[in-house]
């Protein structure tokens, strides 16, 4: 299995970024996915996905209202839609993919089973 993320760039505050994570040797389709986010210095975070049960994404309270997650099946795709950015969001994006994760275990980085090679987003005037 093998994920691509990619849609990064630098942005001003209060822009918007869409980034891309293209699965291949796997459907996405009955697989849990998510967003993880990384800042310098920082430990990886969760900002968001969804459980393989469900379609509705979980998202941090941080990023509510300003980013959304989505998914294209048929394009094996999954999105997170980022608007209003802060300078806080600077960060290299991950995205993750398992087949076997449970609910609770979501926002744990080492519960993924697949990783993206992360696309750096730089929010900054």
């Known amino acids: 299995v093998q994920l691509q993320a990619f849609g990064g760039g630098l942005v001003h505050p209060g822009g918007s970024l869409r980034l891309s994570c293209a699965a291949s040797g796997r459907t996405i389709r009955a697989n849990s996915m998510a967003w993880f986010r990384q800042a310098p210095g920082k430990e990886r975070e969760f900002v968001g996905g969804f459980h393989r049960s469900g379609s509705t994404p979980f998202l941090v309270d941080s990023v509510k209202g300003r980013f959304t997650i989505s998914r294209d099946n048929a394009k094996n795709t999954f999105y997170l839609q980022m608007s209003s950015l802060r300078p806080e969001d600077t960060a290299t994006y991950y995205c993750?993919?398992?087949?076997?994760?449970?609910?609770?275990?979501?926002?744990?980085?080492?519960?993924?089973?697949?990783w993206g090679q992360g696309t750096t987003v730089t929010v900054s005037s």
């Open positions: 993750a993919l398992s087949s076997t994760i449970i609910r609770s275990q979501l926002e744990v980085s080492s519960s993924w089973s697949y």
